[in-house]
Every structure is written in structure tokens, then in C-alpha cells.
């Protein structure tokens, strides 16, 4: 299972995104981006979230 930590990205949040691949969390992270922050994720962006990635 891959995890992502909002607050690793530099949000002030709690939310956490599971998912089985690393694209499926790119792609949570960049819906929960725009829909929560007012966010939209840019390929450059996405490039680091990517590192941020953990595998639980």
C-alpha cells in the first residue's frame, strides 16, 4: 500500500492518501489539492510529491 501524508507536501492537513500504485496517489493528492487548497497540481509538482510517496 502507498501512502501520502498531506502535511509532507507542506499543507496544513491531516489527510492521508492510500492507494496501490504511486499514480493512483498522484492522482488522490492532485483531486485533494484542488478540491480542499485551491490547489491544481503541475507536472513539476507532482515530480516531488512523487518522492514523498511511502510505502506502508
Keep these: ?3 501520502l501524508h ?3 507536501a507542506g499543507f496544513d492537513c491531516k ?3 492510500h492507494a496501490e500504485t504511486d499514480e493512483e ?3 488522490q ?3 485533494h489539492a484542488l478540491t480542499v487548497h ?3 497540481v ?3 509538482m507532482a515530480q516531488q ?3 514523498l510517496i511511502k510505502e506502508e
Aim: some cysteine; aromatic content about 0%; glycine content about 4%.
Design 29 to 31: 493528492a492532485a483531486e
Design 6 to 8: 498531506c502535511s509532507d
Design 25 to 27: 496517489v498522484l492522482t
Design 38 to 40: 485551491g490547489t491544481a
Design 49 to 51: 510529491i512523487q518522492t
Design 15 to 17: 489527510a492521508v492518501i
Design 1 to 3: 500500500m502507498k501512502t
Design 42 to 44: 503541475t507536472p513539476e
